[in-house]
């Protein structure tokens, strides 16, 4: 047995109840704990004099013991140990609150490294808790301390210990993966000195090694992967339908399809009629398009197809608002055809649920569009032929199986908001064939795009002032709710791939924003909405926003997968430096969709060259795929890897990695290396490619079953 098929128990220190808290990381043996990495690093090696010391943010400081630690009662059991510490520059009182037990590590005169952030009470300084290192002159302390994700009943320390333990114990068992001539063609670390140097880097340098080779590797095996995946899926098969001809439907439309779209439906036709038998290969098309390139008419046009070889469609939307505006758009033109189509959500009542899924599970309903509702209600189909889910980022994979799970004979279409870049394509939906609807309808205005700092902000409101006194209405986008979000620590995050990230500007949340909305424009209805509200809580605001009764709505990025309000003219993002490209390019979608001319203003205070150059590209195109490439090339594949839309396996996300890559080359070479192996060997059945095809093997096997 190799070491890494060892217990986490067999480590010092884990019993039973450690065990259960690694239990919820999914950590059960000694190699899993190996692959669970950092999430950040701690820069400790910038030492702080304590002249210069900050209130907001941990730093380190180097000082010297003046004082012998002691403890008092403060009340009850609580204790609070006290002592003076020095450097060249002051000296401050370190305090720690109920560890008695410090006292017996720290002695006068000697020198440690602490890591903390100062407080402030009454003009005294003082330094709570902080983590303690002692500094000896002839073994220098390690710059960077690795921060990991953790469970109840962990803390850090015992996670560094473990994995410490670990790597001394299993070192020997971690062998190379990939095969030797492709490692050295991409210049890679070994498998080995990656893992070893993930948890423990010496230096930004080693570190920055290490994150590379594995970030390759997700790249790598999730490219090989799709590859294989969809050799697998050919033989799914579905319903085959017969040749269809759609144009007494597009004849129905109010005008006439892009050539985008009339491709797209080409392919749908094409992929439904495929095979001789009754039983055909399943569709499995995704359509990626802008907000407003008209998916819909689209995917009208698949259920067209479905309804008239006698089966069922399903239309799965990510919001109850969404579900709603589908079946306004959809219900009316399918009727004309003689097909019912009924509506399931949340809050449809149990009366009227029974009656639908009586209806559907009958097939006297021939398209049910709603919710997650449809998985969670386990609706039956008496025919189901296709299934239709809006914005699949805001699925999970698990969800989309399901749902084709109760639909074993459906083909499937998706439809993606969020434009990628063609060479992502295979890494983030091998497993489905692309359709890109990169062409928008005519007529569509251009939102102009400003982007400024917040020294604009009188201009800008006097702005909102016009846009509302002429009827529009705007939004207002944060990133997030609460000043407190903004984790203070996060600010020293030293990122993988040695790019430290450039100096971010202080946050305005949601709700600050709210406030000074309000106070400066007391005569207009301003509204905030996030995350946390309840469900009924937000469809209230939303629905009031669309009827015009709120003129100012603030928010954070809920609103991406909004609702059509076409008067809206305005949309305004705070701290603009904080969102993807592609995010932003998405939130701007959310305005222009009437005839007013409409406007998006980006505020940011990024000093950043990188920041600034990104925003502007923004005022530049509203050509999602461009900015998509765009971002791609300066930023690395991180944005689109480390999104909702990437794959997922059932214990969180699979590009750990890559998605804290801003390296583009490092993607090209790993789809080039992928495109080398099979080229060379279809199956990856070699000998040499046997480690790779083991790990494969394990990919294949969470991420694999989206198909089934
Ligand atoms: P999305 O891709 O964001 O889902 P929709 O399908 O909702 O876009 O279409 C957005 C709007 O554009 C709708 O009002 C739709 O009726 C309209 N539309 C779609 N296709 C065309 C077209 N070819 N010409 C004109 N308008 C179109
Ligand atoms: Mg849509």
Redesign the pocket.
């Known amino acids: 047995m190799s070491a890494l098929d060892l217990p986490v128990t067999k480590l010092t220190g884990i019993g039973k109840v450690k065990a259960e808290a690694f239990g919820k990381l999914s950590i059960r043996t000694v190699g899993d704990l190996l692959l669970h990495f950092p999430s950040r690093y701690e820069n400790r090696g910038l030492i702080t004099p304590l002249r210069d010391g900050s209130l907001t943010m941990a730093q380190s400081y180097v000082l010297t013991v003046a004082t012998p630690p002691r403890s008092a009662r403060i009340g009850g059991r609580m204790t609070i140990t006290k002592f003076r510490a020095f450097d060249d520059s002051g000296t401050i009182e370190v305090t720690y609150f109920n560890q008695p037990y410090v006292a017996d590590r720290i002695h006068v005169g000697e020198t440690f490294r602490f890591y903390g952030r100062l407080t402030e009470k009454k003009g005294k300084y003082s330094l709570p808790s902080p983590t303690a290192e002692l500094v000896l002159p002839d073994r220098p302390l390690p710059a960077l301390y690795a921060v990991y994700p953790l469970a109840a009943g962990l803390n850090n320390n015992t996670m560094r210990a473990c994995v410490a333990q670990a790597l001394d114990l299993a070192h020997a068992a971690l062998c190379e993966i990939l095969p030797e001539d492709i490692r050295r063609a991409y210049s890679l670390a070994t498998y080995a000195y990656a893992i070893e140097n993930i948890h423990r880097p010496p230096d930004m340098a080693a570190l920055d090694r290490a994150a590379r080779r594995l970030a390759f590797d997700e790249m790598l095996e999730s490219a090989l992967a799709a590859r294989l995946m969809r050799a697998k899926q050919t033989r799914v098969t579905a319903q085959r339908m017969a040749d269809t001809d759609v144009s007494p439907l597009t004849a129905a439309l109010p005008?006439?399809?892009?050539g985008a779209?009339k491709r797209t439906v080409d392919e749908i036709c094409a992929d439904l009629a495929r095979g001789k038998s009754a039983d055909a290969p399943r569709m499995a098309r995704i359509i990626v398009?802008d907000?407003?390139?008209?998916?819909?008419?689209c995917a009208l046009a698949a259920i067209y197809i479905a309804l008239k070889n006698g089966c069922q469609a399903v239309l799965m939307a990510p919001t109850e608002i969404l579900a709603a505006q589908h079946f306004a758009d959809i219900e009316p033109t399918l009727a004309r055809f003689g097909y019912t189509t009924e509506k399931l959500t949340g809050s449809t009542g149990a009366a009227e649920k029974r009656r639908i899924k009586a209806a559907v599970a009958a097939g006297d309903c021939d398209l049910v569009i709603g919710t997650h509702a449809l998985i969670e209600d386990d609706v039956t189909f008496a025919r189901a032929g296709l299934v239709v889910c809006d914005e699949q980022h805001r699925f999970g994979i698990a969800q989309r199986a399901k749902l084709l799970a109760a639909c074993p004979r459906a083909h499937m279409l998706v439809?993606s908001?969020t434009p990628i870049p063609r060479t992502l394509s295979l890494v983030l939906m091998g497993d489905l064939d692309v359709s890109r609807?990169d062409e928008m309808?005519?007529g569509r205005q251009k939102v102009d795009t400003f982007f400024v700092d917040s020294g604009y902000r009188a201009r800008l409101n006097s702005f909102i002032e016009k846009q509302v006194a002429a009827g529009g209405q705007v939004y207002v986008v944060c990133p997030a709710i609460e000043p407190a979000d903004d984790d203070a620590d996060d600010c020293l995050t030293v990122s993988a791939f040695g790019a430290a990230r450039e100096d971010t500007p202080p946050l305005r949340s949601a709700t600050e924003v709210a406030d000074a909305l309000r106070a400066r424009f007391p005569q207009f209805a301003v509204e905030l909405v996030h995350g946390k509200l309840r469900p009924a809580q937000k469809n209230d605001i939303m629905t009031r926003f669309a009827a015009g009764e709120i003129q100012i709505l603030v928010s954070t990025t809920v609103i991406e997968v909004g609702i059509n309000v076409p008067n809206a003219s305005l949309m305004i993002v705070e701290n603009a430096e904080r969102f993807g490209l592609s995010q932003l390019h998405q939130l701007r979608g959310r305005v222009g969709r009437g005839t007013r001319k409409s406007y998006c203003v980006l505020v940011s205070d990024a000093k950043g060259e990188n920041a600034e150059r990104r925003l502007r590209l923004m005022t530049k195109t509203n050509d999602g795929f461009v900015i998509a490439d765009e971002d791609l090339r300066m930023r690395g594949p991180g944005d689109f890897l480390g999104t909702d839309g990437a794959r997922q396996s059932g214990e969180g996300r699979y590009f750990r990695m890559a998605a804290m890559c801003n390296d583009p080359r490092l993607f090209e070479d790993a789809t080039h290396a992928a495109e080398t192996l099979l080229a060379a060997d279809p199956q990856l059945a070699g000998e040499r490619l046997a480690p790779l095809r083991a790990r494969l093997d394990a990919v294949l096997h969470y991420g694999g079953d989206t198909m089934n």
Not at 255 to 258: D, G
Not at 291 to 297: E, I, Q, Y
């Open positions: 005008f006439a399809l892009t779209q398009g907000v407003g390139s008209g998916k819909t008419a439809m908001a609807l309808p005519p």
